[in-house]
């Protein structure tokens, strides 16, 4: 069975077409990246504006380059939540239209059971149950998937999601959008034992996160040093932080996989491609006999084929939508 995915929640144009859920046939990304760069940020009217130039093309590409027409398309999955509702709407109008025009049918699909589904391109063995680390720059969850439709939030952020944290600390030290990848890469060759950060506790849960306060911390810290004319050597600085926030992802995720006794565990969203939580990650699995999978790094950030998968058990559960579907800026994922 071939979906074509169609994903526009942020600031990605993507396509894809997916065979029975795995196989990724094509996999088309128009970034906004660039644009958005000189304002440090995601501007969602002109991610809006951008999606609206740029998803007629990325179809087509996605059905040409997976030797495809229409007519060998079995259902349209598309993002319908969460994320910037005008970018969304996007999406989500194009998917309608082109249901409407061919009959194929629609089924709308969350992104972070998405981000979830981009295991099951890299892994072909993974199937649920299994404990999920959900973390990009809106999110960060820790979720039970019980079945591929099936969630149950376990763990959560009280204020901002990690990647957002990421985003942020980048900033601090003077490097551009999109800060969490560009962090990574000074980070490799900086000192994380040199900045001391607090182990960040919320009050009524084991679980939760916090990481405002880490965020914080790393302003106060510049600040600070700027004010005695000290240095602050941006990788060390980068380090230090990456290590604080992946080390309290990687011990909140063990403590429910062991107080739920997981088997297995599945890394999700952008944060997922950061190379010290997937080292530690892995590190932490193997101490205890879990296995972990981690989506290949093409499919940690925004894309379409992700949106095919997960679409693909959408569809076989009956999940289709008519044409009173619509985008929505904010939904839980179990709902
Ligand atoms: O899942 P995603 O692509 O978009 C959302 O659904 O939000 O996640 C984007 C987030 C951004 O905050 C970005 O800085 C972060 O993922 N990110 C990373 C890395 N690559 C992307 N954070 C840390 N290390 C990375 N290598
Ligand atoms: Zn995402």
New binding site residues.
Partial sequence: MKILGIES??D?TAASVVEDGRVVLSNVIASQVEEHKIYGGVVPEIASRRHTEAICGVVEKALSDANCTLTDIDAIAVTYAP?LIGALLVGVNYAKGLSLATGIPLVPVH??RG?IAANYISNEEIKPPFLSLV?????SHIINVKSYTEFEVIGRTRDD????A??KA?RTVGLPY????N???ISVNGDENKYKFPKPKVADSEYDFSFSGLKTFAVNLVHNASQKGEEVKAEDLGASF?KAVTDLLTSHTMKVAEDIKAGKIVLA???S???R?RRVMAEECEKRNIMLCMPELKY???NAAMIASQGYYEFLAGKTADMTLNAVASMPIDK
């Fill in positions: 929640s942020c990605e994320g992104h972070l981000h973390v990009s720059g809106g999110h999601a990690a990647g957002e990421m985003d980048a999109p800060g969490g990848v962090l990574d890469k990456i969203g952008g944060v491609a950061n190379s939580l940690c950030g925004d």
